[in-house]
C-alpha cells in the first residue's frame, strides 16, 4: 500500500480550506454529502494508523488532553482593559489628549462592534493551535485549551505561510439563536436559565467537559496580535487584521477604516442604530489608532492602552428594586403580569414597568416583590425583568401568585387546566379588556381608524363616551366639543377616519374583531367566499374548512366567534353605527375599448399616475408600453411631455392625444378620436 502519510495531509488541508469557507467566511464551498466523504476517508485511514494522528487534524478538535484545563497560562504580553467613552464629547477629549502626545492627531482609527463575550487568547507556534487561555488577570490566564478546540471557528492549523508564533486575542460568543435555544432546552429540563448571551458564553467555555463546550453554538472574532514573530513586518492595526484573516482567522467583517474622528462618530451613530440586527450581542465599539509606530508612541497607562477606547452603549441591563406585581387585560382577556419598578434608566429611557410575560415566568424566574432584579430594554422590545439578584440569608417576600379577581371588573380570573394564560370572565365588560381590543380594533393592522390611537381609546373609555366596542361608530362632534385639547381639526380628523373605516372590505372587519386564529390571509380568503357577515354567520364549519387554505382550527375559531349571541349583538350594533358588514357586488366588466391598442405616454396626467395609466388601459384590453415605434396607435401627452418622443411621434406620423382626448378614448374607444387604421 502507498504511504497513507501524503493522502492524509492532503485530506486534511482540503478539509481545513472547506471549514474556513464555512465556519470563518460563511461562503461554503462544498455540500454536506462531498464534505462527509472526506472527512469519513481521513477518519478511516486515521483509524488504521493511529501513529500517524496529529493534533491539528480535524477530527481532533473533540477529545483532546483535557489535563492541563484551568491550570495557569502566563500570557506572552499582558492584556490591558479598556478605557470607556460614553459620548461623543469623550471621544474629542480622547483624541486631544492623544494630540497633545503626538504633537498631531492620530491618521487615521480603525473601528470595530464591541462584542459581548469573553476575551480569549490563541497561541499558535508554527501555525499550530498550542494554547487556548482566558483573559484572567491580565497576567495570567486559566488554560480551556481543550475546550476552545471544540470551536469550528477557531483554527487548529493556520492557513498559507505561518510565523513561528503568533498570540492572538479575541472574544469568544455565544449566537442569539444558539443562546435562545440552550434557554429554551433548560427550561424544558428544569435547569437553571442563563441571564444573557456572556454569562451563557463564560459558563460554557469553562466547562469541565469539552463535549459540553462542543454542544454550545459558540464562535469566535479575533481583533489583536499581541505577539508576532516570523511573520511580515507591519505598520497598520488595519494590516494586522488583513493579515489575521489571511491566516485563516475569523475579523469581523463590520470593522471599518475612519480617516478622522467624525466617521468614527458616524459608525458609532450606524451601530447604534443597527447592532440590535446583529446576531450576537454589542455592547459597545471599539475605537483603535491605526498606526502601530502611533500605538507604541502612545503607549498605555497602568491600565489601559492610550492609543485605544471602548465606545459603550447605553446599558441595557441594571438591577432595581421589584416593588410590586400588577396585572394587565388583554383584548382577550389573557392576564399578564408586569413589574412596578423603581424607576432606572436602561437602554436609553427611563423604565418603571416591564412586562414579566405570564404567570408561570413569573414563577419559573421566581422573582418577589422587594426582590432586586435584572431589568432589560435592547431596542425597541418591551423592557422584561429578566430575573432575580439574590443575597443569600436575605428574606424574601412569599412567591407570588395570581390574583383571583380581575382588577378592574372583579370577575373571576380562571386559567383552564390545559391552557398556559389566565384569563378574566368578565368580557368585553371588563374595561381593561375593552380598551385593548378596542386598540386593536382601530389599529393599522384592524379597521385603520385614523386619530384613534391609545391615548383616544383611553381617553374615551374613561369618559364613558365609549362602552362598548361599538360606540365608537355613534360618536358626533358633540362628544368632543369643549373638550381639553380637541380642536376642530383634530375633531373633524378622528370623525373622518371613523367614516373611512365604515367602509372597509369585509376582510379587514374580520381581522379587527380579533377573532382567534384569524389573520388577514385566512380573512381575505374566508371573503373571497363569502361576501357578508351574514354568509359567514350562516357557514358551518365544515363549509369554511372546506375552503381552500382554510384549516379546522380556523373554521373552528370563526363559527365559535359567530355562534356567541354577544358577537351577534356587536355585529348588529356595528351595522347600525353604519360599518359595513358587506362586501359590494363585484362590478360589472369593464368594456374593452382599447382591445388592439398600443400607447405610449409621456408628460404627467392630472387623473392618474404611471402604473395607473398602465392598469386603465390593460383593464380596456389595451397595451401600454414606453417607446414610440411604428406600432404604436397614439402618444398621449401630459404635462411637461419629453421632447424626444414627440419628436418620434411627429416623424412617424403617429397621432398626439391631449389628457382630455386619451380620457375620452378610455371610455368610448378610437372612433371619431383616433383615425380609422388602414
Ligand atoms: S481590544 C488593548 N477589541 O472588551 C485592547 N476588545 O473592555 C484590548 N472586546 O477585554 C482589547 N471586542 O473582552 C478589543 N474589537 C475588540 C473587542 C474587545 C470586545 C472586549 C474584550 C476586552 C474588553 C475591554
Given at each position: 500500500?502507498?504511504?497513507?502519510?501524503?493522502?492524509?495531509?492532503?485530506?486534511?488541508?482540503?478539509?481545513?480550506?472547506?471549514?474556513?469557507?464555512?465556519?470563518?467566511?460563511?461562503?461554503?464551498?462544498?455540500?454536506?454529502?462531498?464534505?462527509?466523504?472526506?472527512?469519513?476517508?481521513?477518519?478511516?485511514?486515521?483509524?488504521?494508523?493511529?501513529?500517524?494522528?496529529?493534533?491539528?487534524?480535524?477530527?481532533?478538535?473533540?477529545?483532546?488532553?483535557?489535563?492541563?484545563?484551568?491550570?495557569?497560562?502566563?500570557?506572552?504580553?499582558?492584556?490591558?482593559?479598556?478605557?470607556?467613552?460614553?459620548?461623543?464629547?469623550?471621544?474629542?477629549?480622547?483624541?486631544?489628549?492623544m494630540e497633545?502626545m503626538l504633537g498631531r492627531r492620530p491618521e487615521g482609527y480603525v473601528?470595530?462592534?464591541?462584542?459581548?463575550?469573553?476575551?480569549?487568547?490563541?497561541?499558535?507556534?508554527?501555525?499550530?493551535?498550542?494554547?487556548?487561555?482566558?483573559?484572567?488577570?491580565?497576567?495570567?490566564?486559566?488554560?480551556?485549551?481543550?475546550?476552545?478546540?471544540?470551536?469550528?471557528?477557531?483554527?487548529?492549523?493556520?492557513?498559507?505561510?505561518?510565523?513561528?508564533?503568533?498570540?492572538?486575542?479575541?472574544?469568544?460568543?455565544?449566537?442569539?439563536?444558539?443562546?435562545?435555544?440552550?434557554?429554551?432546552?433548560?427550561?424544558?429540563?428544569?435547569?437553571?436559565?442563563?441571564?444573557?448571551?456572556?454569562?451563557?458564553?463564560?459558563?460554557?467555555?469553562?466547562?469541565?467537559?469539552?463535549?459540553?463546550?462542543?454542544?454550545?453554538?459558540?464562535?469566535?472574532?479575533?481583533?489583536q496580535a499581541?505577539?508576532l514573530?516570523?511573520?511580515p513586518s507591519l505598520q497598520r492595526h488595519w494590516e494586522v487584521?488583513?493579515?489575521?484573516?489571511?491566516?485563516?482567522?475569523?475579523?469581523?467583517?463590520?470593522?471599518?477604516l475612519?480617516?478622522?474622528?467624525?466617521?468614527?462618530?458616524?459608525?458609532?451613530?450606524?451601530?447604534?442604530?443597527?447592532?440590535?440586527?446583529?446576531?450576537?450581542?454589542?455592547?459597545?465599539?471599539?475605537?483603535k489608532v491605526d498606526s502601530l509606530a502611533d500605538q507604541d508612541e502612545l503607549g498605555a497607562?497602568?491600565?489601559?492602552p492610550r492609543w485605544a477606547?471602548?465606545?459603550?452603549?447605553?446599558?441595557?441591563?441594571?438591577?432595581?428594586?421589584?416593588?410590586?406585581?400588577?396585572?394587565?387585560?388583554?383584548?382577550?382577556?389573557?392576564?399578564?403580569?408586569?413589574?412596578?419598578?423603581?424607576?432606572?434608566?436602561?437602554?436609553?429611557?427611563?423604565?418603571?414597568?416591564?412586562?414579566?410575560?405570564?404567570?408561570?415566568?413569573?414563577?419559573?424566574?421566581?422573582?418577589?416583590?422587594?426582590?432586586?432584579?435584572?431589568?432589560?430594554?435592547?431596542?425597541?422590545?418591551?423592557?422584561?425583568?429578566?430575573?432575580?439578584?439574590?443575597?443569600?440569608?436575605?428574606?424574601?417576600?412569599?412567591?407570588?401568585?395570581?390574583?383571583?379577581?380581575?382588577?378592574?371588573?372583579?370577575?373571576?380570573?380562571?386559567?383552564?387546566?390545559?391552557?398556559?394564560?389566565?384569563?378574566?370572565?368578565?368580557?368585553?365588560?371588563?374595561?381593561?379588556?375593552?380598551?385593548?381590543?378596542?386598540?386593536?380594533?382601530?389599529?393599522?393592522?384592524?379597521?385603520?381608524?385614523?386619530?384613534?390611537?391609545?391615548?383616544?381609546?383611553?381617553?374615551?373609555?374613561?369618559?364613558?363616551?365609549?362602552?362598548?366596542?361599538?360606540?365608537?361608530?355613534?360618536?358626533?362632534?358633540?362628544?368632543?366639543?369643549?373638550?381639553?385639547?380637541?380642536?376642530?381639526?383634530?375633531?373633524?380628523?378622528?370623525?373622518?377616519?371613523?367614516?373611512?373605516?365604515?367602509?372597509?372590505?369585509?376582510?379587514?372587519?374580520?381581522?379587527?374583531?380579533?377573532?382567534?386564529?384569524?389573520?388577514?390571509?385566512?380573512?381575505?380568503?374566508?371573503?373571497?367566499?363569502?361576501?357578508?357577515?351574514?354568509?359567514?354567520?350562516?357557514?358551518?364549519?365544515?363549509?369554511?374548512?372546506?375552503?381552500?387554505?382554510?384549516?379546522?382550527?380556523?373554521?373552528?375559531?370563526?363559527?365559535?366567534?359567530?355562534?356567541?349571541?354577544?358577537?351577534?349583538?356587536?355585529?348588529?350594533?356595528?351595522?347600525?353605527?353604519?360599518?359595513?358588514?358587506?362586501?359590494?357586488?363585484?362590478?360589472?366588466?369593464?368594456?374593452?375599448?382599447?382591445?388592439?391598442?398600443?400607447?405610449?405616454?409621456?408628460?404627467?396626467?392630472?387623473?392618474?399616475?404611471?402604473?395607473?395609466?398602465?392598469?386603465?388601459?390593460?383593464?380596456?384590453?389595451?397595451?401600454?408600453?414606453?417607446?414610440?415605434?411604428?406600432?404604436?396607435?397614439?402618444?398621449?401627452?401630459?404635462?411637461?411631455?419629453?421632447?424626444?418622443?414627440?419628436?418620434?411621434?411627429?416623424?412617424?406620423?403617429?397621432?398626439?392625444?391631449?389628457?382630455?382626448?386619451?380620457?375620452?378614448?378610455?371610455?368610448?374607444?378610437?372612433?371619431?378620436?383616433?383615425?380609422?387604421?388602414?
Amino acid at each position: 500500500m502507498s504511504d497513507p502519510s501524503h493522502r492524509l495531509e492532503d485530506l486534511r488541508a482540503e478539509i481545513r480550506l472547506y471549514d474556513h469557507h464555512y465556519y470563518v467566511l460563511d461562503a461554503p464551498l462544498i455540500d454536506d454529502a462531498g464534505y462527509d466523504e472526506l472527512w469519513r476517508e481521513l477518519a478511516k485511514i486515521e483509524a488504521e494508523h493511529p501513529e500517524l494522528v496529529t493534533v491539528d487534524s480535524p477530527t481532533q478538535r473533540v477529545g483532546a488532553s483535557v489535563s492541563e484545563l484551568f491550570s495557569p497560562v502566563q500570557h506572552l504580553r499582558p492584556l490591558f482593559s479598556l478605557d470607556n467613552a460614553v459620548s461623543p464629547d469623550e471621544l474629542g477629549a480622547w483624541e486631544h489628549r492623544m494630540e497633545r502626545m503626538l504633537g498631531r492627531r492620530p491618521e487615521g482609527y480603525v473601528c470595530e462592534p464591541k462584542v459581548d463575550g469573553l476575551a480569549v487568547v490563541l497561541t499558535y507556534r508554527d501555525g499550530v493551535l498550542e494554547v487556548g487561555a482566558t483573559r484572567g488577570d491580565g497576567e495570567v490566564g486559566e488554560d480551556i485549551t481543550a475546550n476552545l478546540r471544540t470551536l469550528s471557528s477557531v483554527p487548529l492549523r493556520l492557513l498559507g505561510d505561518a510565523p513561528s508564533l503568533l498570540e492572538v486575542r479575541g472574544e469568544v460568543y455565544m449566537t442569539l439563536e444558539g443562546f435562545d435555544e440552550l434557554n429554551r432546552s433548560r427550561r424544558e429540563a428544569d435547569q437553571p436559565t442563563f441571564a444573557n448571551a456572556r454569562n451563557a458564553a463564560a459558563g460554557s467555555v469553562r466547562q469541565k467537559d469539552p463535549r459540553v463546550t462542543a454542544s454550545r453554538a459558540l464562535e469566535i472574532w479575533v481583533y489583536q496580535a499581541g505577539l508576532l514573530q516570523g511573520g511580515p513586518s507591519l505598520q497598520r492595526h488595519w494590516e494586522v487584521l488583513d493579515y489575521l484573516k489571511s491566516l485563516g482567522l475569523r475579523v469581523n467583517p463590520g470593522s471599518v477604516l475612519a480617516p478622522g474622528l467624525e466617521e468614527v462618530k458616524a459608525y458609532v451613530e450606524q451601530m447604534l442604530e443597527e447592532h440590535h440586527g446583529l446576531p450576537y450581542q454589542t455592547d459597545g465599539v471599539v475605537v483603535k489608532v491605526d498606526s502601530l509606530a502611533d500605538q507604541d508612541e502612545l503607549g498605555a497607562t497602568a491600565r489601559a492602552p492610550r492609543w485605544a477606547v471602548a465606545y459603550k452603549f447605553p446599558p441595557e441591563e441594571r438591577v432595581t428594586t421589584l416593588r410590586g406585581i400588577k396585572i394587565n387585560i388583554g383584548r382577550t382577556g389573557a392576564a399578564t403580569p408586569f413589574a412596578e419598578l423603581e424607576p432606572v434608566f436602561v437602554g436609553g429611557a427611563n423604565v418603571g414597568m416591564a412586562t414579566l410575560h405570564n404567570e408561570d415566568q413569573v414563577h419559573q424566574k421566581d422573582v418577589r416583590v422587594g426582590d432586586r432584579v435584572v431589568v432589560r430594554r435592547a431596542g425597541d422590545v418591551i423592557p422584561e425583568v429578566v430575573g432575580p439578584v439574590l443575597t443569600p440569608g436575605k428574606d424574601r417576600s412569599p412567591p407570588w401568585e395570581m390574583p383571583r379577581k380581575c382588577p378592574f371588573c372583579e370577575s373571576t380570573i380562571e386559567r383552564p387546566e390545559e391552557e398556559a394564560v389566565a384569563r378574566c370572565t368578565g368580557g368585553l365588560a371588563c374595561p381593561s379588556r375593552l380598551r385593548e381590543w378596542l386598540f386593536h380594533f382601530s389599529s393599522r393592522g384592524g379597521m385603520d381608524i385614523e386619530g384613534l390611537g391609545y391615548k383616544t381609546v383611553d381617553l374615551l373609555l374613561r369618559d364613558g363616551a365609549v362602552q362598548g366596542p361599538a360606540d365608537v361608530f355613534f360618536l358626533g362632534s358633540e362628544h368632543f366639543e369643549g373638550r381639553r385639547g380637541w380642536g376642530e381639526r383634530s375633531i373633524r380628523k378622528l370623525l373622518d377616519g371613523i367614516e373611512a373605516a365604515r367602509h372597509r372590505p369585509l376582510w379587514r372587519l374580520l381581522v379587527a374583531l380579533g377573532i382567534r386564529h384569524l389573520g388577514p390571509g385566512g380573512a381575505r380568503l374566508i371573503t373571497a367566499r363569502y361576501r357578508s357577515m351574514e354568509q359567514i354567520t350562516a357557514a358551518t364549519e365544515e363549509d369554511l374548512a372546506a375552503i381552500d387554505g382554510i384549516g379546522e382550527t380556523i373554521a373552528g375559531s370563526v363559527t365559535e366567534w359567530m355562534d356567541d349571541p354577544d358577537n351577534q349583538e356587536l355585529l348588529a350594533r356595528l351595522g347600525e353605527g353604519g360599518v359595513s358588514l358587506a362586501d359590494p357586488e363585484p362590478s360589472e366588466e369593464i368594456p374593452r375599448t382599447l382591445s388592439g391598442l398600443t400607447l405610449v405616454v409621456t408628460g404627467g396626467l392630472e387623473a392618474m399616475n404611471r402604473d395607473g395609466f398602465g392598469q386603465a388601459i390593460a383593464a380596456r384590453g389595451g397595451r401600454a408600453t414606453s417607446s414610440v415605434s411604428s406600432v404604436t396607435s397614439a402618444l398621449v401627452a401630459g404635462a411637461s411631455p419629453g421632447a424626444s418622443k414627440l419628436a418620434k411621434a411627429e416623424q412617424l406620423g403617429t397621432p398626439i392625444l391631449t389628457e382630455e382626448q386619451f380620457l375620452a378614448l378610455l371610455e368610448h374607444g378610437p372612433g371619431g378620436i383616433l383615425p380609422d387604421r388602414e
